[in-house]
């Protein structure tokens, strides 16, 4: 079947199988391999991007399901060549080790800002708690998403 999904603001068609991956599509297809595929359960949260700007876990959503719908990736933050002030926490306060779920908790922790630009640490804990990282204990994480927090527009590439 033939799908057009907007990726990044950039429509992409494709023939596909009808049991295609919304994650899959957009690693294949749309060649974006910021979106990480885990578990294919849900349980994991790495594979995280917005279909018309709400969270989905990718890796349980049909690419057809999307068809015809926004979809944004971990590399659609960037705008301008300037890093989204998620991606500059995560710089700034340390919040990856392997990176390997960082994409996801970045996509989730920018939604949260969006919906609530103060959170509290229980309120960016909840929000993330559907997404699993075995390597930081979520300290520097939950640091990452208060940082962007308290620099809205006002990040600056350091790297």
């Known amino acids: ?26 690693r294949e297809d749309a060649g974006l391999r910021g979106t990480h595929w885990g578990c294919d359960t849900s349980n994991c949260g790495t594979c995280v991007l917005w279909v018309d700007g709400s969270p989905v876990k990718s890796c349980t959503m049909l690419a057809a399901q999307a068809d015809g719908h926004e979809v944004t990736t971990v590399e659609g933050l960037e705008q301008g060549g300037v890093l ?54 979520y300290k520097n994480i939950v640091a990452s998403i208060q940082w962007a927090a308290e620099h809205p527009a006002t990040s600056e590439v350091t790297a």
């Open 84 to 137: 989204d002030p998620i991606q500059q926490g995560f710089i700034e306060c340390h919040g990856l080790q392997c990176g390997f779920c960082t994409p996801g908790m970045m996509m989730t922790g920018r939604w949260l800002l969006d919906n609530n630009p103060n959170p509290s640490e229980a309120e960016i804990r909840d929000c993330i708690s559907g997404q699993i990282c075995r390597c930081t204990g």
């Open 1 to 26: 079947m033939e799908v057009t999904i907007t990726v990044n603001g950039t429509p992409v068609t494709s023939e596909i199988e009808p049991r295609k991956l919304l994650v899959h599509f957009v």
